[in-house]
């Protein structure tokens, strides 16, 4: 799959099979993460990757729309540093989870992003550093409607690129 179909087809998924990812999917998928770019090259970004249901399932109640991670074969925590001490780290952690997304759609594997509002309770379930910060996690794993991953974008399901352009000036 080329990156143009990638960006055209994907979706979120939030409905998964229960069949666990392959530990090379896995590695493929946080690889794709560690290789995005961030803002001089700082890679401010720790990864938890977490297979264990339990764990899912606790870190599914630490936000409000969270619960696919309960379901998920993969959940990929981003660990950073604060983002009120240099702005650029949220658009990092997010090109991180937009990389580990499209490879992970390459692979036949669905994702959906997870914003986490109870940052001390998933401090407390996945253990990372006091000087580290959660803000949002991802669900991957194979969609319960394999369907989703072939079927043509929605008519009308996305505003025309008139409305967002702007040339030169507003």
């Given amino acids: 799959m080329n990156v143009s179909d990638a960006i ?11 069949t666990p990812l392959p530990e090379a999917t896995i590695r493929a998928i946080l690889n794709a993460g560690r290789r995005a770019q961030s803002s001089k090259n700082t890679q401010p970004w720790h990864f938890i990757a977490i297979t264990n249901k339990e764990i899912l399932k606790q870190l599914s ?11 998920a074969a993969l959940g990929v925590a981003i660990i950073h540093p604060d983002p009120a001490e240099k702005f650029q780290t949220m658009f990092d952690v997010g090109q991180a989870a937009a990389y580990m997304q499209l490879a992970a759609w390459e692979l036949g594997v ?19 550093p006091q000087d580290l910060h959660l803000r949002i996690a991802i669900s991957f794993g194979y969609p319960a409607d394999e369907q989703v991953l ?15 352009i702007h040339q030169d000036r507003w």
């Fill in 8 to 18: 055209r087809f994907k979706r979120a998924v939030r409905n998964f099979k229960e």
């Fill in 61 to 71: 109640e630490c936000g409000d729309w969270a619960g696919h991670l309960a379901g």
């Fill in 110 to 128: 669905g994702s959906c992003l997870a914003s986490i509002y109870q940052a001390e309770k998933a401090r407390q379930v996945l253990g990372f």
């Fill in 150 to 164: 072939t079927r043509s974008p929605r008519a009308g399901g996305r505003k025309p690129l008139s409305d967002f």
